[in-house]
Every structure is written in C-alpha cells, then in structure tokens.
C-alpha cells in the first residue's frame, strides 16, 4: 500500500520499550506530535501508549527519522516527555555506547539503554543543600573537645571537618562523613552549624580552595604527566597506562591532567572503586578543583544520582568522580576518563549486561574523541600486557612520593616451620614479636586474613561430614553466637549439637576466621585496643566508615580485617601489617587467583609505613615459595607478570588469548547437564562448520561452586585468538537457546573476556 504523505512534515521516533520480560529485543516507531518536536532528541525518555490496551508505557528514543514504516493508519503519537533536550545531552552517543553493551555483552537493548541513560523516577524540586559552621573557631573547638570526650563520635567528626572547611555540601555529609540527619538536626539545634538550601541547584558554598595544595610534581610525576598530555595531543594513542607503585603520587599525576582537560572547556570522569572512595580522596579533590565536582556513590538515590547527571548535563559540574556507575556521566563534551585502581574486581558489573567498566570506557572515549587514564599499582595483566604491546602509552611512578615514606621491608614466614617448632596458633613468633614491639613504639598494627567468619567449617571427627547449605554447593560458616551461615545465599542454621549423619558428638571447626584471630589478639595482648573489619562488623549502614575512621583516630591498636581494610586506605601511624595465611587466595579455581593473591599481598603491604615512620610487613604463608608470594614481597611486579604471563600462555587465558565463557544456572540438575551437552556439542559443529582449527572448547564443566541458591551451575569456555570467532560463536550460541525448548528452565549468562 503506498504511503499517504498527507502530513509531509511529520517526524518519527524509533522507540525502545521498556519492557524487559517480554522478548521486544526491537524497536518501535511512533508520530512525534508537533508541540515535542524541539524538544525530543535521541536518547530522550518518553511515554507511549502501548500494546492493545494503548498502556501508558515509557521508552526510549532510539532514532529520528522522516521515513514512516508502518501504514499510516496505525501509527500512533508520543504522549509525553520524561527527559527532554534541555535537561540531558550527548545521549545519542550514549545510545551507541547501549548498542555497542547489547552487542559485546549479550543483553537485551533494554538492559543496555537502562545502564546508560538515568531516568527520573518522580518529578521533585531540585534542591541543593550545605553545611556550614556558624559560630567561631574558638567555640568550635571548645565543643568539638566536649564531643571527643563523651565519644560521641559522629559531632565530633562533622565538627572537625567544618572545623577545616567551613562549608560542606550536604551530600558529601551524608554520603561521605556519615553523619545521620538526626546529628545534623542536633548541632543546627544547638546553633553550631546551618544547613543551607537553595531549591535551584546553582551551589551557594565554596570549598575553601587551598592553592598550596597544588603539590610540585616531582620529576618522575612531571614526567608522566608531559608524557601522557603530549600522546594525547599528537592523537597517537587514546589510552594510557600509569603504573606507580602505592603511595608514589598517581592521584597528583590525575589532577594535574584533568586541570589541563577543564582548562580546554572540556569534562572529566574519575572511577574510583567505591570501597577506595574516601572523605580523604574526595576532599582532595574539592581542595583542588573546589565546587565543580559532584560524588556518586551507592547511598545516592535513584533521584539523587539522576540530579548529579543533569547537573553534569547541563555544564555545571567539570568533575564526575564515582565508582562504575559514573561512567555513563552525560557530560556535555567529555575530556578524559580516570580509572584508578583498573585492576579492581568490582569494574565488572555483576548485572546484565555484564560489562567491564575499562572497554566501556575505553569505547565511551572513542565515540566522545576522549582519552582514558587507567592507573595501578598492580596492573591487570590485560591492560600491563596492552601497555607492552604498544596499543596503550605506558608511564612508570617508581619511588614513594611523599618525602620521608619509604617501601616497607617485608619477611615471608614460612607456617610449616612454626606447626614443625610447636606454634599452632595463628601469629608466628615473628609476628607476635613485631607486634609487641609496634605496640610498645604505641604505633598501630593492621592484621589481614583473606577469608572471614570465626572457624571455616564445622565437621564431624568420627565420619568426616561437614556441615553444608542446604541450597549451596558450599560448607556452612561458623560464627559467634552458635550460629551457621552460608556467605552465598544467606541461609542461617544453630549449630548443631551433633553430627547430622551418624550422631556423634565430635564436630569441630577447621581453618581460620577474623573472629578467631581477634580472640587470639585479644588473649596474647590484654591491653591493646582491638577494631575488627569484615562483612559482619560492617553490615549496619556506617559499619564501615565509622570503624575506619576510629582507627584512623588512634582509638584502636590493630585493626584485624579481610580484603576490606588492605584497599586505599592511608594510615599513617600503622607501622605494621600482618598477612596471616597469603595463600588462602591462591587455592581458588579461576585463572586469576595468582594474580588476585599477588594484587591482595602487594595492595597489604602498601599499607605499611605511609607516613614518616617505617614499615614492616609480615608475610605468613604455607606456600613460600610461590612466586605470587615472593614477587609481592619484594615488590616486583614485573617479575610476577613475566611468571604468570607464561602460565597464561600455557592454559591459553586471557589475556594471551580471548575467552568466552557461558554460564548457566537451572533448578533442575539432569535438565542442565542435557542442555549443556547440546551446547558444547553446537559448539563443536560451529567451531567445525566455520573451520575455526583455532577455536578451543572447555567443558561442559559445574562451576567452582556448583549449586547456588537451589540453582545448579555449570559453564562451557571457549578460547579464541580473534574477537571476531568469538562473536561468532556468541550470537550462533544465543539464536540456538533462544529457539530450542531445550533451554527454557535455564538461565544464561556470558562474560567475555579480554575483548
Ligand atoms: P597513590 O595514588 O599513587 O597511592 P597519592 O597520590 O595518594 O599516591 O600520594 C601519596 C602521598 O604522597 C600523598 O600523601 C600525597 O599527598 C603525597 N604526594 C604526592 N605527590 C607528591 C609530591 N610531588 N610531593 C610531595 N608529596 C606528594
Ligand atoms: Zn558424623
Ligand atoms: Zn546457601
């Protein structure tokens, strides 16, 4: 039927819904009606009727385009605009950015676009808010002595800190210092501070700028920083690598290349993991760069989260600095992307789609013509391995920045030794001895165990059972209070007075656990303040903060903590650190558990002697002679990669070759492993049938931990030279699940790595 072009001028949407159980993997076109014309866009949100009940239904803007492809009769109109061109821009890249997820990574566009674009919830006043100190600085201090006093910590610590500011935004209190709005409540009360607001998001306060806070870059800094800047000006390479050794400086090198790119009019993304993302780190920003920046961090809400973008979007802010969320930032023309700490685990989204924040990045700065800064001190050996290659420029920061900080020295003690003298407790002599004498010095000790919980498992001396979850693969853990619980799915039990299997009464624990270690500290040394950091003592909302910033006050001794504690924290009356069993981590069935041991050691023993005093670190460890171990106690990163690049030349993994792995979860565990046979299987005839002699299959195989949750888990790898095969076999892999009933109680995801 011929088009009628009665309404030559009319414009059309193409529109993704925002439906997400429903397989509409494909867009729709609707009538811009004349009255949104100006002010739809792509990447707009907007409402449309929907389906045969015409349901009010949100989506999105996909594409803009004159040509109508349905019969005109059945077109219908756009009905209302949740974010128009004035409030966000750049998003038409931001929906090739979605494009480019759905495509990589396996998800539904619907999935992307929601990773990428903000959507406001509820239309609210924006509002902006300060805290500022309204009474002098003699009365403050007088009060802020009264807080310390009655340990109420919390005044104490907002005090201080308007104390150094004057002026805070709101959200940095809240979000950062951790201060309850009951507290807040109090102090404005009692007349010391005011809260400001202004229902226009323009900000009132200025963070006092410090100018001398502008360090002088030393000559390896200047070095990197003149590097890097010119690479980027000659458009040689996008992506720079800058690899220093903790505390050599990288944060100073950030600054000074993100000055350089806001100078040029243009913005800036931080990536920061959340974990890492301090009061301290913040506020050195804000003392540079003053108010042009805005946080995001998991206490945001959704609403919260979306004023920041529009705020970005509409040149407010230069500076984005965030944990992986940050990066889908609208700014309106993006300069540079920092990723600190690339090597972090937790850049990898744990949700559909499952991107890696670093080639998202990456991809972001092609479509922008923006560059990207990734920085570690233990590279991964993907981006270590790029830098080598060329594809990324390389910068090295080799020496501590500040003037008196020095490396640590660190001695491995071998525990085979202290079982073979007697030693069964967890402090080797070495150990113990340091710690008396840290004490002594009245300097702070941070002790590490890889691992959380009080006792491992529990199992029966007389027929070997060992307490499991029932919906897990795994063992139960015990803690305090008599108490059973599975780290995986949050199944908790009592412990039991007798073995489940044959009644005995002989169930002891194995292994060791936080909770553990604190009682054996507490008992070796009866004087010593003891703070205790894992998933328990952490889970009430401030855990956290509170416990960092009571030892960062000197009102602990020895901080005893997992991986939690070991992650950019500065500390610097902590002279000591202690790795109580550096092997736990190398025992775990992944391809990188030497790297992600040898990244935990390093990151320890960064902690140790930050400030002017020396530091000392105690490296315990079953396995000595591990090079994951001894490269990390000399500090040799290089050495451990030339190791550890050999044995991923061995295995064909990443980053020597490209790996896809499908992962796949079913209730049932004979409907999964069917499944995963006709997987492997059409694997096989695509890999045969394309002539793909370099492609490798692994597996079908359970995963490490096999049942999660009363979900069986298995997975199948596919190795490959070229990304190319891999998409391939990607797409055929889908189509085929999406058309067999075979696959219709399972859940599927893919991770690609190294692509
Ligand atoms: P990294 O991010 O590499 O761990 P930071 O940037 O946090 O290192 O710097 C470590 C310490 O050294 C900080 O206290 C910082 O203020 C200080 N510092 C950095 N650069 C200099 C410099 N050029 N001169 C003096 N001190 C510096
Ligand atoms: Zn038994
Ligand atoms: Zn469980």
Same mark, same amino acid.
């Given at each position: 039927?011929?088009? $009628?072009?009665?309404k030559?001028?009319d414009v059309f949407a193409?529109i993704?819904?925002?439906?997400?159980?429903?397989?509409?993997?494909?867009?729709?076109q609707y009538r811009i009606p004349e009255?949104f014309r100006?002010?739809i #866009?792509?990447?707009?949100?907007?409402?449309v009727?929907?389906?045969?009940?015409?349901?009010?239904?949100?989506?999105?803007?996909?594409?803009?385009?004159e040509?109508l492809?349905l019969?005109a009769?059945r077109i219908k109109d756009i009905s209302?605009?949740?974010?128009?061109? =004035?409030?966000?821009?750049? +998003?038409? *890249?931001?929906?090739?950015?979605?494009?480019?997820?759905?495509?990589?990574?396996?998800?539904?566009?619907?999935?992307?676009? *929601?990773?990428?674009?903000?959507?406001?919830?509820?239309?609210?006043?924006?509002?902006?808010?300060?805290?500022?100190?309204?009474?002098?600085?003699?009365?403050?201090?007088? *009060?802020?002595?009264?807080?310390?006093?009655?340990?109420?910590?919390?005044?104490?610590?907002?005090?201080?800190?308007?104390?150094?500011?004057?002026?805070?935004?709101? =959200?940095?209190?809240?979000?950062?210092?951790?201060?309850?709005?009951?507290?807040?409540?109090?102090?404005?009360?009692?007349?010391?501070?005011?809260?400001?607001?202004?229902?226009?998001?323009?900000?009132? /306060?200025?963070?006092?700028?410090?100018?001398?806070?502008?360090?002088?870059?030393?000559?390896?800094?200047?070095?990197?920083? +003149?590097?890097?800047?010119?690479?980027?000006?000659? !458009?040689?390479?996008?992506?720079?690598?800058?690899?220093?050794?903790?505390?050599?400086?990288?944060?100073?090198?950030?600054?000074?290349?993100?000055?350089?790119?806001?100078?040029?009019?243009?913005?800036?993304?931080?990536?920061?993991?959340?974990?890492?993302?301090?009061?301290?780190?913040?506020?050195?920003?804000?003392?540079?760069?003053?108010?042009?920046?805005?946080?995001?961090?998991?206490?945001?809400?959704?609403?919260?989260?979306?004023?920041?973008?529009?705020?970005?979007?509409?040149?407010?802010?230069?500076?984005?600095?965030?944990?992986?969320?940050?990066?889908?930032?609208?700014?309106?023309?993006?300069?540079?992307?920092?990723?600190?700490?690339?090597?972090? %685990? %937790?850049?990898?989204?744990?949700?559909?789609?499952?991107?890696?924040?670093?080639?998202?990045?990456?991809?972001?700065?092609?479509?922008?013509?923006?560059?990207?800064?990734?920085?570690?001190?233990?590279? %991964?050996?993907?981006?270590?391995?790029?830098?080598?290659?060329?594809?990324?420029?390389?910068?090295?920061?080799?020496?501590?920045?500040?003037?008196?900080?020095?490396?640590?020295?660190?001695?491995?003690?071998?525990?085979?030794?202290?079982?073979?003298?007697?030693?069964?407790?967890?402090?080797?002599?070495?150990? $113990?001895?340091?710690?008396?004498?840290?004490?002594?010095?009245?300097?702070?000790?941070?002790?590490?165990?890889?691992?959380?919980?009080?006792?491992?498992?529990?199992?029966?001396?007389? #027929?070997?059972?060992?307490?499991?979850?029932?919906?897990?693969?795994?063992?139960?853990?015990?803690?305090?209070?008599?108490?059973?619980?599975?780290?995986?799915?949050?199944?908790?039990?009592?412990?039991?007075?007798?073995?489940?299997?044959?009644?005995?009464?002989?169930? @002891?624990?194995?292994?060791?656990?936080?909770?553990?270690?604190?009682?054996?500290?507490?008992?070796? /040394?009866?004087?010593?303040?003891?703070?205790?950091?894992?998933?328990?003592?952490?889970? +009430?909302?401030?855990?956290?903060?509170?416990?960092?910033?009571? /030892?960062?006050?000197?009102?602990?001794?020895?901080?005893?903590?997992?991986?939690?504690?070991?992650?950019?924290?500065?500390?610097?009356?902590?002279?000591?650190?202690?790795?109580?069993?550096?092997?736990? @981590?190398?025992?775990?069935?992944?391809? *990188?558990?030497?790297?992600?041991?040898?990244?935990?050691?390093?990151?320890?023993?960064? !902690?140790?002697?930050?400030?002017?005093?020396?530091?000392?670190?105690?490296?315990?460890?079953?396995?000595?002679?591990?090079?994951?171990?001894?490269?990390?106690?000399?500090?040799?990163?290089?050495?451990?990669? $030339?190791? +550890?690049?050999?044995?991923?030349?061995?295995?064909?993994?990443?980053?020597?070759?490209?790996?896809?792995?499908?992962?796949? %979860?079913?209730?049932?565990?004979?409907?999964?492993?069917?499944?995963?046979?006709?997987?492997?299987?059409?694997?096989?005839?695509?890999?045969?049938?394309?002539?793909?002699?370099?492609?490798?299959?692994?597996?079908?195989?359970?995963?490490?931990?096999?049942?999660?949750?009363?979900?069986?888990?298995?997975?199948?790898?596919?190795?490959?030279?070229?990304?190319?095969?891999?998409?391939?076999?990607?797409?055929?892999?889908?189509?085929?699940?999406?058309?067999?009933?075979? /696959?219709?109680?399972?859940?599927?995801?893919?991770?690609?790595?190294?692509?």
């Amino acid at each position: 039927m011929p088009l $009628r072009h009665s309404k030559m001028t009319d414009v059309f949407a193409d529109i993704i819904i925002d439906i997400s159980h429903e397989k509409l993997d494909h867009t729709f076109q609707y009538r811009i009606p004349e009255q949104f014309r100006e002010k739809i #866009c792509t990447g707009s949100v907007v409402v449309v009727p929907f389906g045969k009940g015409n349901r009010p239904t949100k989506g999105y803007v996909v594409g803009i385009s004159e040509t109508l492809k349905l019969d005109a009769g059945r077109i219908k109109d756009i009905s209302e605009i949740l974010t128009d061109t =004035e409030s966000l821009n750049g +998003e038409d *890249r931001l929906v090739t950015l979605a494009a480019w997820m759905r495509e990589t990574y396996g998800s539904t566009m619907i999935q992307a676009l *929601r990773t990428v674009i903000p959507v406001k919830k509820k239309v609210q006043k924006r509002i902006s808010r300060t805290v500022s100190l309204i009474v002098d600085q003699e009365e403050a201090l007088d *009060r802020l002595n009264i807080f310390r006093k009655k340990h109420q910590n919390a005044r104490e610590r907002l005090m201080l800190a308007l104390l150094e500011e004057g002026e805070l935004p709101y =959200e940095l209190v809240i979000g950062k210092l951790h201060i309850s709005t009951a507290t807040l409540k109090y102090l404005e009360q009692e007349q010391l501070i005011h809260i400001h607001t202004e229902t226009e998001y323009r900000r009132a /306060f200025q963070v006092a700028r410090h100018p001398d806070i502008r360090r002088t870059l030393n000559a390896e800094q200047r070095e990197a920083v +003149e590097g890097i800047w010119q690479q980027w000006k000659e !458009r040689q390479k996008r992506t720079a690598l800058l690899f220093g050794i903790t505390g050599s400086g990288k944060t100073e090198v950030y600054m000074e290349l993100i000055d350089r790119t806001i100078r040029e009019g243009r913005q800036a993304i931080v990536l920061i993991p959340e974990i890492a993302l301090t009061y301290q780190t913040v506020m050195r920003f804000y003392r540079r760069f003053g108010d042009r920046i805005s946080i995001i961090h998991s206490r945001l809400s959704a609403g919260e989260r979306y004023d920041q973008f529009v705020r970005a979007a509409a040149g407010e802010i230069d500076i984005m600095i965030g944990p992986r969320s940050a990066l889908f930032t609208p700014f309106p023309h993006l300069g540079l992307i920092v990723m600190d700490e690339e090597h972090e %685990s %937790s850049y990898q989204s744990e949700t559909m789609p499952r991107y890696h924040a670093r080639e998202a990045a990456i991809r972001r700065a092609e479509l922008e013509n923006a560059s990207v800064l990734l920085g570690s001190a233990t590279p %991964s050996l993907e981006s270590y391995s790029r830098a080598l290659s060329g594809e990324y420029g390389l910068y090295r920061l080799t020496m501590r920045a500040a003037a008196q900080s020095h490396l640590p020295s660190v001695e491995i003690v071998d525990l085979r030794e202290e079982l073979r003298k007697g030693n069964r407790t967890i402090l080797s002599d070495t150990l $113990r001895e340091n710690l008396t004498e840290t004490l002594e010095r009245k300097q702070q000790a941070m002790l590490f165990l890889n691992r959380r919980g009080y006792a491992g498992f529990l199992s029966c001396r007389s #027929c070997g059972q060992v307490i499991t979850c029932p919906h897990c693969d795994v063992s139960l853990s015990v803690h305090r209070g008599s108490r059973m619980v599975c780290h995986y799915c949050g199944y908790e039990q009592p412990r039991p007075k007798s073995c489940p299997n044959c009644g005995s009464e002989f169930l @002891s624990g194995f292994g060791i656990g936080t909770q553990q270690v604190e009682d054996t500290v507490k008992n070796l /040394f009866p004087e010593a303040k003891v703070l205790r950091m894992d998933m328990d003592t952490t889970r +009430e909302k401030d855990g956290h903060e509170k416990i960092l910033s009571a /030892f960062s006050n000197h009102e602990a001794d020895i901080l005893i903590g997992t991986q939690m504690i070991v992650k950019g924290h500065d500390f610097p009356a902590v002279t000591l650190v202690g790795v109580l069993a550096a092997d736990l @981590s190398l025992h775990t069935p992944d391809y *990188r558990a030497a790297e992600r041991t040898f990244q935990l050691l390093t990151q320890a023993a960064g !902690r140790a002697g930050r400030g002017e005093l020396a530091g000392k670190v105690v490296i315990q460890t079953y396995d000595p002679e591990h090079y994951a171990v001894t490269t990390a106690a000399v500090q040799d990163y290089e050495a451990f990669y $030339r190791e +550890e690049i050999s044995y991923r030349l061995l295995g064909n993994y990443p980053p020597v070759r490209r790996m896809l792995s499908v992962h796949v %979860s079913c209730p049932e565990e004979d409907y999964l492993n069917h499944a995963m046979e006709y997987l492997a299987a059409f694997a096989a005839r695509v890999k045969e049938q394309k002539q793909m002699q370099e492609v490798a299959i692994f597996g079908p195989a359970p995963e490490s931990i096999a049942k999660i949750a009363d979900q069986y888990r298995m997975v199948l790898y596919i190795k490959a030279e070229k990304k190319q095969e891999l998409s391939v076999i990607k797409q055929l892999l889908e189509k085929y699940i999406e058309i067999n009933r075979g /696959f219709e109680r399972v859940n599927v995801t893919y991770d690609l790595h190294q692509m």
